[in-house]
């Protein structure tokens, strides 16, 4: 396990493993995320971060969700703070029972607020950390896992450009240019979810 959270009466340790030499301590603070990450971009940024859906396909609803007739969403979301992406989240969603069916495919919650929703802190496992340069930009990305009874998201989530953390709400001005370059259309190959690509 990538990522291990232990407290006891007088302490709490976050332990998080396999990161880059050169990851900040803020940058581990939204790795660590677990399903509050929008909450935590916006503190962070002061300002109000917005969920853009690219797509969301879900598999068919015949039935109510359940252990036996579970029903899965891929979706992709660009999280946006003053215009400018700051977060790619690519997901397969699990969803096992009518109440988390109802809140994400009917009332369209996003995966943390559904969290909320629920009044419920999932389990979180940190799969993979990654780095890559692209189009010049250092991007920085994580492969997680939250769940909780009746539902299950596996993400990954890419920060385009790494130099977000250090300059924060003087990046949102800089060149005012869409700052994404990865593509909505390639899948990634180097995570696997079931024997489908997830990205």
Same mark, same amino acid.
């Given at each position: =396990?990538?990522?291990?959270?232990?407290?006891? *009466? $007088?302490?709490? /340790? *976050?332990?998080?493993?396999?990161?880059?030499?050169?990851?900040?301590?803020?940058?581990?603070? =939204?790795? $660590?995320?677990?399903?509050?990450? /929008?909450?935590?971009?916006?503190?962070?940024?002061?300002?109000?971060?917005?969920? !853009? @859906?690219?797509?969301?396909? +879900?598999?068919?609803?015949?039935?109510?969700?359940?252990?036996?007739?579970?029903?899965?969403? %891929?979706?992709? *979301?660009?999280?946006?703070? +003053?215009?400018?992406?700051?977060?790619? +989240? &690519? %997901?397969?969603?699990?969803?096992?029972?009518?109440? @988390?069916?109802?809140?994400?495919?009917?009332?369209?919650?996003?995966?943390?607020?559904?969290?909320?929703?629920?009044?419920?802190?999932?389990?979180?496992?940190?799969?993979?950390?990654?780095?890559?340069?692209?189009?010049?930009?250092? !991007?920085?990305?994580? &492969?997680?896992?939250?769940?909780?009874?009746?539902? *299950?998201?596996?993400?990954?989530?890419?920060?385009?450009?790494?130099?977000?953390?250090?300059?924060?709400? $003087?990046?949102? &001005?800089?060149?005012?240019?869409?700052?994404?370059?990865?593509? &909505?259309?390639?899948?990634?190959?180097?995570?696997? =979810?079931?024997?489908? +690509?997830?990205?």
């Amino acid at each position: =396990m990538l990522a291990v959270d232990s407290y006891n *009466v $007088a302490s709490t /340790q *976050v332990s998080l493993s396999c990161v880059p030499e050169d990851t900040t301590g803020l940058e581990r603070i =939204m790795l $660590a995320a677990q399903g509050d990450l /929008q909450r935590l971009l916006s503190t962070f940024f002061a300002r109000p971060i917005f969920i !853009e @859906c690219i797509y969301a396909n +879900a598999s068919s609803r015949l039935k109510p969700a359940s252990p036996e007739n579970p029903i899965t969403q %891929s979706r992709q *979301v660009h999280l946006k703070c +003053a215009s400018r992406v700051v977060c790619v +989240a &690519t %997901s397969t969603v699990t969803i096992t029972s009518p109440e @988390c069916e109802r809140l994400f495919l009917d009332e369209k919650f996003p995966i943390g607020q559904t969290f909320r929703q629920l009044r419920r802190n999932p389990r979180f496992s940190l799969l993979n950390v990654e780095t890559h340069a692209v189009g010049g930009k250092r !991007e920085l990305r994580r &492969t997680y896992r939250l769940e909780t009874e009746g539902f *299950v998201a596996e993400i990954l989530e890419v920060f385009p450009d790494r130099d977000m953390f250090v300059k924060g709400e $003087a990046w949102l &001005t800089e060149g005012k240019v869409d700052s994404c370059a990865i593509s &909505t259309e390639s899948k990634p190959e180097w995570h696997t =979810m079931n024997g489908t +690509a997830v990205h």
